[in-house]
Every structure is written in structure tokens, then in C-alpha cells.
């Protein structure tokens, strides 16, 4: 199991960023997944869900109405379209499989976020 992310980077305040988080070695469409990411001296905050066929989809208040969770199970990967970004949201976003309910058995390595100006 592999789950590569990318599209990390820094950008101003009020700009956007998509990450993609590239899956392999498992059935992708058969997990839920999620997006949690961890700010510099902070524990890891829980972003984003979405089930496995991408109908069901939930968001922190925090981002609520400014990211949106995607996949597209035919190319094996996840997003998060981050627009609106503030300094607040700069942090190492991982995405993970399974939700927090279950469990993550496996996580990716992470893309550094930075809203800077």
C-alpha cells in the first residue's frame, strides 16, 4: 500500500491550492478516505472524509465551505481543492485510509501547506 501526496506549496492568503494523493497496492474505490493535517507544534486535525464512492463527504468547521473533498476511483486518487486559504491553515496535510471512526491503517508522508505573505 502507497499513498503518495503532492501539490503542496506556498501561496498568499485568500489563494488556492489542489492537493492529490495517489493510491496503489490496494482496491482504492473499496476505502474511505481522509484528510488530516497537522500544524507546526500542534497535534493532527482531522479535515475532510469521504466515503467510497464520493457521495458522502463531511468537512471540519474549519474549512467547511472552503475545501472540497474529491476521488476519482478510476485513477486512483484523492484531492482537496483548498480555496480561500488562510495563514491558519498551514500545515503538513496527509491523507490517510479509513475514517476516524474505524481507524487509519495507512497513511501517506505528507505535503507541506503554507499561507504566508
Known amino acids: 500500500v502507497q499513498l503518495v501526496e503532492s501539490g503542496g506549496g506556498m501561496v498568499q492568503p485568500g489563494g488556492s491550492l489542489r492537493l492529490s494523493c495517489a493510491a496503489s497496492?490496494?482496491?482504492?474505490?473499496?476505502?474511505?478516505m481522509t484528510w488530516v493535517r497537522q500544524a507546526p507544534g500542534k497535534g493532527p486535525e482531522w479535515v475532510s472524509f469521504?466515503?467510497?464512492?464520493?457521495?458522502?463527504?463531511h468537512y471540519a468547521d474549519s474549512v467547511k465551505g472552503r475545501f472540497t473533498i474529491s476521488r476519482d476511483n478510476a485513477k486512483n486518487t484523492l484531492y482537496l481543492q483548498m480555496n480561500s486559504l488562510k495563514p491558519e491553515d498551514t500545515a503538513l496535510y496527509y491523507c490517510a485510509r479509513g475514517a476516524s471512526g474505524t481507524g487509519y491503517d495507512y497513511w501517506g508522508q505528507g505535503t507541506q501547506v503554507t499561507v504566508s505573505s
Open positions: 469521504i466515503n467510497t464512492g464520493g457521495g458522502i463527504t
Open positions: 497496492g490496494f482496491t482504492f474505490s473499496s476505502y474511505d
